[in-house]
């Protein structure tokens, strides 16, 4: 393809980037300001003092829910959350849908039927707490479905390196926790996945393990939503997988981006076939900000990403490294543990219903095209018309400021009914990560970390 021809081409992907579901992005800033609200302080202390006058002298506190006993559940730390993938400080109580986190290489498979990527919709996923017992919605699905399997995560840095993945359905906070200390498998969607969403996920940097990272966190200190890197990844109907790579916008954002990150991220595709390679972020060559990509462009504040295109049947690795060179001090426990799971109460088994459709790809088949080695080019966007295809779906990689229309997708019979599940008590929840304050903000800015997926199809046109 001519290189004026390519221009266009990444010009009509621009479009497409800003036009995501703009209810979406609403309904993130008004769970931000949810959040605001419940720990504002007041500016007068006579205003206060109404306040409290006015207020109830007795609170009824609704009947909490715990987290189920399920080997494939992780325990999120929280002082209120009971286990659930919600912020520190949100309990799960009567009448709530509760999101949950699954281990490493699975997702959430229980969600409110029909629920879309329209605010308040997109916050209920996980379970239904109906009067302090949880229900699924989906009798016969599991907690949590295999991903497709397409894509890992490999830790080449020697010490811990944490892969955060954000909670969607949910409030897109980034804590549903993997440490990887040699190669893990990442939760990665299939096309049937609730409302066509891709997985995301915030990277630390190594020697900052899930207990810490896997947080909110705050402006001051590069991890959770301020590490310098985030990445994501879905397989769509054709097979093949998009697995991307971008700075954190938000990290460039603030005074951490002046301080140059000593370890980067790159994809490699172990079986070869993968088209947009090399991608790789490596700030000792680049600088804060670069990218080395034959097919690299800017999305939402400026911050640069590039997407490999996996062929049918291949998976593709995203390796962090020290740009130093160096293997750092190899970790001695095991890749990704999840602890064992507390004992588990009264069980009742619910009814029947039917289940949400696998993430399984379709039968595996390989299609061979070379890889690129040319140079880094920061490509910016320029806009220009552009019509999409089926595969070009809404939700996948949300962008904070984006607009536009989401696809319908097929999904769980609104009939369905939340059904109780066994669920463990209080006493004996052992928590997967140390807890932690809070999740400052945990709804809206998360999101804005991820551009949009649809260039992928393009750029690896570009390469043919």
């Not at 399920?70 to 949100?90: I, Q, R, T, Y």
């Not at 630390?204 to 896997?214: D, E, H, L, V, Y």
């Not at 990290?251 to 991220?265: D, E, Q, V």
Request: glycine residues 10%; charged residues 15%; proline residues 9%.
């Amino acid at each position: 393809m001519r290189f004026t021809t390519f221009q266009a081409a990444i010009g009509s992907a621009s479009i497409l980037f800003s036009a995501q579901p703009v209810a979406a992005n609403l309904g993130h800033r008004r769970a931000h300001d949810q959040y605001a609200k419940r720990y504002s302080h007041g500016h007068g202390h006579g205003h206060q003092v109404a306040e409290v006058l006015d207020a109830p002298k007795v609170v009824a506190r609704k009947a909490p829910c715990s987290l189920p006993d399920d080997p494939d559940l992780v325990h999120v730390p929280g002082a209120d959350n009971n286990g659930f993938a919600m912020s520190p400080d949100e309990p799960c109580e009567d009448g709530k849908w509760c999101p949950i986190a699954c281990v490493s290489g699975k997702l959430m498979a229980q969600w409110k039927p029909n629920t879309t990527y329209t605010y308040p919709d997109s916050m209920y996923g996980g379970l239904f707490c109906n009067g302090g017992t949880p229900e699924k919605a989906f009798d016969k699905t599991p907690y949590c479905v295999d991903g497709t399997g397409a894509v890992k995560a490999v830790n080449k840095a020697g010490k811990i390196v944490s892969f955060c993945q954000t909670v969607l359905p949910g409030n897109e906070a980034m804590i549903i926790p993997t440490d990887v200390t040699d190669t893990v498998t990442l939760a990665v969607p299939g096309p049937d996945y609730w409302a066509g969403t891709a997985a995301h996920y915030y990277v630390n940097a190594p020697g900052i393990s899930a207990s810490k990272g896997c947080v909110w966190g705050k402006i001051t200190e590069a991890i959770g939503n301020w590490s310098p890197y985030v990445a994501g990844a879905n397989t769509m109907d054709s097979g093949e997988t998009f697995v991307k790579i971008a700075w954190n916008p938000e990290f460039l954002s603030t005074p951490l981006s002046k301080t140059t990150p000593s370890y980067g991220l790159k994809i490699e595709c172990p079986g070869g076939g993968c088209n947009g390679l090399p991608c790789a972020i490596d700030p000792s060559k680049g600088g804060v900000g670069g990218l080395d990509s034959p097919v690299a462009t800017k999305g939402v504040g400026d911050a640069a990403f590039c997407v490999v295109t996996v062929p049918k049947g291949k998976s593709a690795n995203i390796v962090v490294f020290n740009t130093d060179g160096s293997q750092g001090e190899p970790e001695t426990k095991p890749s990704s543990k999840t602890p064992d799971p507390p004992k588990s109460t009264s069980v009742d088994k619910p009814s029947s219903t039917e289940p949400p459709t696998s993430s399984a790809p379709p039968p595996s088949s390989s299609s061979s095209s070379p890889s690129s080695s040319a140079k880094a080019s920061s490509v910016s966007s320029s806009a220009s018309s552009s019509t999409t295809t089926d595969a070009f779906y809404g939700g996948v990689f949300q962008e904070q400021d984006a607009q536009g229309e989401t696809s319908s997708y097929a999904s769980a019979p609104s009939s369905a009914k939340p059904q109780p599940v066994a669920s463990q008590t209080p006493d004996a929840v052992a928590p997967a990560l140390a807890a932690t304050s809070s999740n400052e903000g945990a709804a809206v800015e998360g999101g804005s970390a991820i551009a949009g997926l649809v260039v992928a199809l393009i750029a690896a046109a570009a390469l043919f």
